[in-house]
């Protein structure tokens, strides 16, 4: 059972448009959301992050907006860069229970900018 | 500098064998984690340990056992290696557990059971 979707597995982009990475939940009782960004053959690093009481958080060219109605969330990338290719993670902490502190992670979308 | 840093990199072994896989963080974090992404991609956490302490223990055979003999450190051994073991197991750290914060992975130990 997918807690976490992220319902396109690639996404390809032309340099300096925007790029849109897409991740649906299904848990309401998720309080913090981030997005993590793969190369291959490296683990994941941290990008950014949003609490579930902000609707959207900016970081450069970066900026996550979370829409709590519909349990979705979204991170805009603008301009998009060759450098910026790779697989994003979105990932979601469960707040109560069991999965307190856990952080609950979407297959992945691999975004290709191309120059 | 790394991090967090895995070894080995690439594991390859037969069924049967047992096997380590050793994590060090270098940032002061009191809280390690080890991940387990399977050939459909997920991500999944295993174990989670704060100050040399389990908490988190997902749904994971006991043939899995971490061990962290200090803050810094926090290994993972597996008995009797199976064919669905084979995946890719990251070690994490953070601050703290359960806080509004994020986890730095390391590369990745790619395990391959023959």
Known sequence: DQQVKQNSPSLSVQEGRISILNCDYTNSMFDYFLWYKKYPAEGPTFLISISSIKDKNEDGRFTVFLNKSAKHLSLHIVPSQPGDSAVYFCAARGAYGGSQGNLIFGKGTKLSVKP | DTAVSQTPKYLVTQMGNDKSIKCEQNLGHDTMYWYKQDSKKFLKIMFSYNNKELIINETVPNRFS?????????????????????????????RMPGLADEQYFGPGTRLTVT
Do not use: Q, R, T, W
């Open chain 2, 66 to 94: 971490p061990k962290s003999p200090d803050k810094a450190h926090l290994n993972l051994h597996i008995n009797s290696l199976e064919l669905g073991d084979s995946a890719v197991y990251f070690c994490a750290s953070s």
